[in-house]
């Protein structure tokens, strides 16, 4: 195989568990990469330690109050890393000419602006934080086009989507594409029993480790909803050729469905350092750590419709998307609140999707044409779900 030049890697979220797993891929090709940029919001003590390991050239915590902290940090710890804070050191680090590639792996719109500014950059970007799809995906679509970006999705359904296209955009034999859902920790429950869900059945994802929030999510399918917004902008397919099914075993991650009758599915087991290993080495395949799928230990695939009754998010997803404009992003905003409602425990779970409703019903579409209409639709959402909590907290 020919040598390659080593690329540096700007790893966004690099505490949490899609920056461990990047950082475990790019650890095994110390020849073709390189951390060159670490970032946090607030756990400086996990960006410390993973700049010991890693010595990047920057290291970046949202959290401005903390800067001292990371810098002091750094200097003890004999490093010549360079601390930075803040939201606009990030932006100009990813936009560097030494960054390479760009791991945007911020959990929620906090990731929205770094994301954006790599776009805009032209790097290669390998898109986990999904809401700035949700958020403006037309902008980021048209701001990766126009400056030449790549944009590989890490999502498992959408990077699974990305390998059988072997592209980022749907040609026109394309008559389908599915995503894959795991039905999360309560499939087949009632919509009654729902209603006595706590925090901790709800964050314990019986196939992925994830952070809490976006647990949640997939245990209201709102993750899966938000996935198909994605997929709209990220492959260009409109609302009849996107579909959904629960597939419990996680094995097969997404299909796409062509019109001569052939479907292309990707399988594997459920391990995010196989979608980054496509991200970082595409066009080539590179080593990620992950065993290959022996299907004779697992010989089932079971596949059924997703209940939109008792989990009513994946419904409500489908008309955000069928409305659009701002509807995605007001969609988004609602549940980010609704869901750090319930995870504080203010609220149950089956309010989540109630006040989600409430915010779009309260906010009608208007057009996505800038940034700024995008900003304040997330602003104006958050304020009313926040207002409609008292509707529904606990006494």
Not at 257 to 265: H, M, N, Q
Request: aromatic letters at 4%; one cysteine or more.
């Amino acid at each position: 195989m020919a040598a390659h030049a080593q690329r540096n890697v700007a790893v966004l979220g690099a505490t949490g568990s899609i920056g461990a797993s990047t950082l475990d891929v790019v650890a095994r090709h110390p020849e073709r990469y390189r951390a060159s940029v670490l970032a946090a919001g607030s756990s400086v003590d996990a960006l410390l330690a993973l700049c010991v390991l890693h010595r990047p050239d920057h290291a970046v915590v949202a959290d401005e109050s903390q800067f001292a902290r990371l810098r002091d940090g750094l200097s003890d710890a004999g490093l010549a890393t360079r601390a930075h804070a803040g939201a606009a050191a990030l932006d100009a680090l990813v936009s560097d000419p030494g960054c390479d590639i760009v791991v945007a792996a911020i959990v929620g719109a906090a990731g929205l602006s770094s994301t954006l500014a790599a776009a805009r950059a032209g790097k290669r970007l390998l898109l986990a934080n999904k809401e700035s799809l949700v958020l403006a995906g037309e902008l980021m679509t048209a701001a990766a086009d126009a400056a030449g970006a790549e944009i590989i999705p890490i999502d498992s359904e959408h990077n699974a989507i990305f390998q059988c296209l072997r592209s980022r955009q749907a040609q026109g034999e394309v008559s389908r594409i599915v995503l894959t859902a795991s039905g999360g920790p309560f499939r087949g429950w009632s919509r009654a029993a729902l209603a006595e869900v706590t925090r901790e059945q709800a964050v314990a994802h019986p196939k992925w480790s994830m952070g809490p929030k976006i647990s949640v999510d997939s245990a209201t399918l709102m993750n899966k909803g938000l996935e198909l917004i994605e997929a709209h902008h990220l492959f260009g397919v409109e609302r009849e050729r996107l579909d959904v099914l629960v597939h419990p075993q996680s094995l097969v991650h997404s299909l796409v469905e062509f019109v001569d009758g052939s479907t292309l599915a990707q399988l594997g087991l459920p391990d995010m350092r196989t979608s980054l290993a496509v991200g970082l080495g595409w066009p080539d395949r590179i080593a990620s750590g992950v065993p290959g799928l022996d299907l004779l230990r697992h010989p089932r695939l079971d596949f059924e419709a997703p209940d939109l009754d008792a989990f009513p998010c994946l419904r409500l997803a489908w008309h955000a998307m069928t409305a659009g404009g701002t509807a995605p992003a007001v969609l988004n905003a609602a549940n980010e609140v609704a869901v750090s409602a319930f995870l504080q425990g203010r609220i149950g779970f089956l309010s989540i999707p109630a006040l989600v409703e409430d915010a779009l019903a309260a906010l009608p579409a208007t057009p996505a044409d800038s940034l700024d209409a995008l900003l304040e639709a997330d602003a104006q959402a958050r304020r009313l779900t926040e207002r409609n909590l008292a509707g529904h907290l606990f006494p």
